[in-house]
């Protein structure tokens, strides 16, 4: 799977819009992006996929750019309980592989302050 | 819906003593991944079982660790003989594996080696 880069860690004020950064430079073409998170103690928790378009679903929304090297995790209104570090993953997916496992980075620490 | 389950929450053994982790996956779910999460590390994948087969167990250490996930019942992983350094949170996960391949967690079994 390709290697992603984030920053190790990020605030934000509540209220306001999150935006975590990643970095895939070295993404192929059937890599789908995908967007975890892990709140203290807790077990990690799905966000959100993507391959080529933009996504959005209840918890985020997903750009990637167009050449497909980079992504944003946008959490539109950051609440104290989206506290958490976060894991952007790319990862092959087909009926062959059936998903396989998740290799996690070292994530963002994302912090939102009241 | 319930999630993914697993059992016990908390476990402590002493030096030399097995450890039997339990993983209900969520329902409909065919597919269950294993991970651990060594103290102030990240999270590290270690097999990924379908019912009555290991697929990949890239990530199992070679001696003491085994898993299954029979055809009736939950995924279990064992640790014989454990020692201080298999302290760690287990977290398990399930998929569908057909028709999406995002994975669910468990709130994971914290093990504690005295």
């Known amino acids: 799977d390709a290697k992603t880069t984030q920053p190790p860690s990020m605030d934000c004020a509540e209220g306001r819009a999150a935006n975590l950064p990643c970095n895939h430079s070295?993404?192929?073409?059937?890599?789908?992006v995908y967007w975890y998170r892990q709140i203290h103690s807790q077990g990690p928790q799905y966000i959100i996929h993507?391959?080529?378009n933009n996504e959005t679903n209840e918890m985020a929304s997903l750009i990637i750019t167009e050449d497909r090297k980079s992504s944003t995790l946008i959490l539109p209104h950051a609440t104290l309980r989206d506290t958490a570090v976060y894991y952007c993953i790319v990862r092959v997916v087909n009926p062959y592989n059936q998903g396989g496992k998740l290799i996690f980075g070292q994530g963002t620490e994302l912090s939102v302050k009241p | 819906n319930a999630g993914v389950m697993q059992n016990p929450r908390h476990l402590v053994r002493r030096r030399g003593q097995e450890a039997r982790l339990r993983c209900s996956p969520m329902k409909g779910h065919s597919h269950v991944y294993w991970y651990r999460q060594l103290p102030e590390e990240g999270l590290k994948f270690m097999v990924y079982?379908?019912?009555?087969?290991?697929?990949?167990e890239s990530g199992m250490p070679k001696e003491r660790f085994s898993a299954e996930f029979p055809k009736e019942g939950p995924s279990i992983l064992r640790i014989q003989q454990v020692v201080r350094g298999d302290s760690a949170a287990y977290f398990c996960?399930?998929?569908?594996?057909?028709?999406?391949?995002?994975?669910?967690f468990g709130p994971g079994t914290r093990l504690t080696v005295t």
């Open positions: 079982l379908q019912k009555e087969n290991i697929i990949d």
């Open positions: 993507g391959l080529k």
């Open positions: 070295t993404i192929s073409g059937n890599e789908y």
């Open positions: 996960a399930s998929s569908h594996g057909i028709y999406s391949y995002e994975q669910y």
